[in-house]
């Protein structure tokens, strides 16, 4: 649509150009013969025509857009009806996450968890020695890849969350919801990023916090239910490309009705893939809605 505007800009563009051209040309020159006369005259006919199929097309564009959103949200709570029904899903932070599991029937996040980024390493290595059961994880330094997948792990489990528990003070922001139903589905919010020309403390926080939200989706995976990872359509900075390269499906748009919808999708099971309205988008907008099979 945005490439479309810019055409009809450049044509009108050239079109005013071309006249006020040849306007200026009269009046230096004083004349124009036949020949030269009709040939401007032709050029600029065939803009004003091109111009005109342009807007033409435009509004035929905008036309079908304007309908297809109206179907959508005509048909919106069919599509979202029930398709989560009795599933526990869980949050790694929020509102058009909240309102597409209620539209959906899923009620609110079993579990939500925000985490704290970035990660301080030395406080967080010094919490995990001072705990006999998760010493093992400050092993390795400040890579916390290990404690990550086991905290995704534990996320989903619904064995509790023990380790989460522990380490409250250093990596939770906020949380709410109950620690024991296993989870049907994970959504996943990234909203941190390093920082740009970091000092040495802050590359060793940065270090810290990727090796921690790595192993975490690492873990979540490993639970074998859905992952989606989700933003908006004005984030200023994009996680689809991380969400790709760690095979978790996306939705680029999910304050939109489209992206709630193909956010349901994937929580109940749809085509994995990447959807939304950006060029990160490359599975088109939602995932295909599954027809129902009739009973008997």
Known sequence: MFDLRYHLASLAA????????ILLGVAISGKLSAADNRFAHDRIDQLGDELKQANARADIIQQRSDAAEKLLELSYPTLMEERLDGKNIGVTVRSAIERTLSDAGAGLPVR?????TP????????ALNGDQTLA???????????????????????EGTPTWSSLSSNLVEERSGASTPPLDGVVVVRSWTPP??????????AHATETLLDGLLNGVQESRVPVVGVETTTEAASAIDLYRTQGVSSVDDVETLAG?????????????????VKDSATDGVAPPVPVPVPSG
Do not use: M
């Open 260 to 276: 709630r919808v193909a956010l349901a999708l994937l929580l109940a099971g749809g085509t994995s893939g990447h959807y939304g």
């Open 112 to 116: 939500l968890i925000a985490v704290d």
């Open 196 to 205: 740009e020309d970091p000092t040495a403390e802050q590359e060793a926080q």
């Open 136 to 158: 093992q994880y400050a092993e390795s330094g400040d890579d916390f890849a290990s404690l990550g997948t086991a905290l995704g792990r534990e996320l989903v489990d619904g």
């Open 14 to 21: 050239v079109f005013i150009a071309l006249a006020v051209g």
């Open 119 to 126: 990660v301080n390493a030395d406080e967080l290595d010094s």
